[in-house]
């Protein structure tokens, strides 16, 4: 009820993206009417996350692919369902495009695929609603530039184990890479088809 001319309605809840107006009408006289003006109700904010690196590493390699997800959120942190704003990325050189229209098959929530960094780098992508930049969200991504390195050995005739190591941009061991597989090729100096490995034909992991 009223208190001083005063009604405050304190659960009032719309849990939808969009424009509202709220009409007040006398109980008992339906001619005294008041309106209020258009109430526009934004994202609470955006939740942007990204794909987790395999194994222990807490990075990505130049070129290596991750997906990240953004989801416009209410005020319980929910997907809205309805939302269809435009929003606005901060940087593309992740693969991100430069501004998004969220459709109605995303749900409040869209995956991006085929990301990746070309240089190493730390990166900080931020997202913001194009008509509210102050609804926003933010990811960060390490991009690490490494190589792989065999080390030159000599031995006598026969079975040889070699040792392959990757490495970052300062030539140091990535000791937290425990998924990295790959291939050896083997050249022979004289080509007589006598060398072989198992590795020449099955992934080896780090």
């Given at each position: ?58 990075f990505y ?6 997906s990240?997800v ?8 929910t997907a809205i ?9 901060s940087?593309?050189?992740?693969g ?70 990757i490495l970052?941009?300062s ?8 998924s ?22 099955t992934?080896?992991?780090?």
């Amino acid at each position: 009820g009223l208190t001083l001319g005063v009604a405050t309605i304190s659960d009032f809840i719309y849990n939808k993206w969009g424009a509202i107006a709220i009409t007040a009408t006398d109980s008992t006289d339906n001619t005294k009417t008041g309106a209020s003006s258009t109430i526009t109700f934004y994202p609470k904010d955006f939740a942007f996350l990204l794909s987790t690196p395999p194994s222990a590493r807490t990075f990505y390699y130049v070129n290596e692919a991750f997906s990240g997800v953004l989801t416009a959120r209410d005020h319980n942190n929910t997907a809205i369902a309805n939302y269809a704003g435009t929003v606005n990325f901060s940087d593309t050189s992740l693969g991100l495009p430069s501004s998004y229209i969220f459709t109605t098959a995303d749900a409040g929530a869209h995956t991006f695929t085929a990301l990746s960094g070309t240089t190493e780098a730390a990166k900080s992508v931020s997202a913001s609603d194009s008509a509210s930049t102050a609804v926003a969200g933010s990811a960060s991504a390490t991009i690490k530039k490494a190589s792989i390195k065999v080390i030159s050995a000599t031995s006598p005739v026969g079975t040889k184990e070699i040792t392959v190591q990757i490495l970052d941009s300062s030539e140091k061991i990535i000791a937290s890479d425990n998924s990295t597989t790959f291939l050896v090729t083997l050249t022979e100096a004289v080509a007589d088809s006598s060398s072989s490995s198992t590795a020449t034909s099955t992934s080896i992991k780090v």
